[in-house]
């Protein structure tokens, strides 16, 4: 359980090496992902054309449950990005975690704040960038003191709120689902007892973890639109 983060130093910053090198993964099985699905279209869809497709037009159904189509059809590829991306980090840790060195280098990469933390400021930097292009300048700041001025504190506070909460949701729940599994793999190489009796639970938190991985890669996309809508909304 002991296990630090494989960190350098270079030109005065710090780098968390398994953290560079499991984005990096990550980014590469959606970029495969999309190049497998999209290489040979058909009329009829099948194979991975076919998911990549139902990603699509579920990702379609979650912005338009929060804006109209018009307004929120630039944001789809956005959704896309994110969910895939998501999704994907969440279960890289599931298979197994590898440690060497007394270092942990294969884990998933939202089981780590800084990550979680700053794709959550990248999507609220985002929703702020959409406002003031949507809005313009001054119906993007008169959107802070609508429908009362002395709301502008609470606003701000919320503003804070909503990125640290995006970020820190996403990674206590895979965080606390990797250490499970690192008890429960820990008594499984115990003794002969401690591996039956630990099987099953392993298999059935995993399952459970996929789960959750994929809610929590659900409600990031969800929250994204949620407050994209709310900046845009001239209605705010």
């Known amino acids: 359980m002991e296990h630090k983060a494989p960190v350098v130093e270079f030109l005065g910053l710090y780098f968390n090496l398994s953290n560079i090198m499991m984005i990096t993964i990550s980014s590469l099985i959606v970029f495969i992902i999309a190049v497998v699905s999209t290489r040979k279209l058909a009329l009829r869809p099948t194979g991975m054309q076919n998911f990549l497709e139902w990603v699509m037009d579920f990702v379609k159904d979650i912005i338009k449950s929060n804006m109209d189509w018009k307004t929120g059809g630039s944001f789809h ?7 895939m991306y998501i999704f994907v980090s969440n279960m890289l840790g599931l298979p197994f975690l590898v440690n060497y060195g007394h270092y942990s280098w294969w884990k998933s ?8 933390l700053t794709l959550a400021i990248m999507v609220v930097g985002l ?15 008169h959107s802070f003191i609508e429908p009362m001025w002395f709301l502008l504190p609470i606003k701000l506070i919320e503003e804070f709120a909503n990125t640290l909460t995006l970020g820190l949701r996403l990674y206590g729940n895979i965080y606390a ?9 820990s008594s499984l190489a115990t003794n002969v007892g401690g591996t039956i009796a630990a099987i099953i639970p392993t298999l059935l938190w ?8 994929t809610i929590q ?9 949620v407050y994209l809508s709310h900046k845009i909304s001239h209605e705010a």
């Not at 959409?130 to 700041?141: L, T």
């Not at 689902?177 to 793999?185: M, N, P, W």
């Not at 995993?206 to 991985?213: D, M, P, Y």
């Open 77 to 83: 590829i956005l959704g896309i990005t994110l969910i």
């Open 109 to 116: 990469p939202t089981s780590d704040p800084i990550i979680t």
């Open 127 to 141: 929703t702020h960038y959409y406002g003031v292009k949507q809005r313009g300048v001054g119906g993007y700041f």
């Open 177 to 185: 689902g990797e250490i499970l599994l690192s008890l429960l793999a």
């Open 206 to 213: 995993q399952a459970f973890s996929i789960f959750v991985g």
């Open 217 to 225: 890669a659900y409600i990031f996309t969800m929250l994204t639109m």
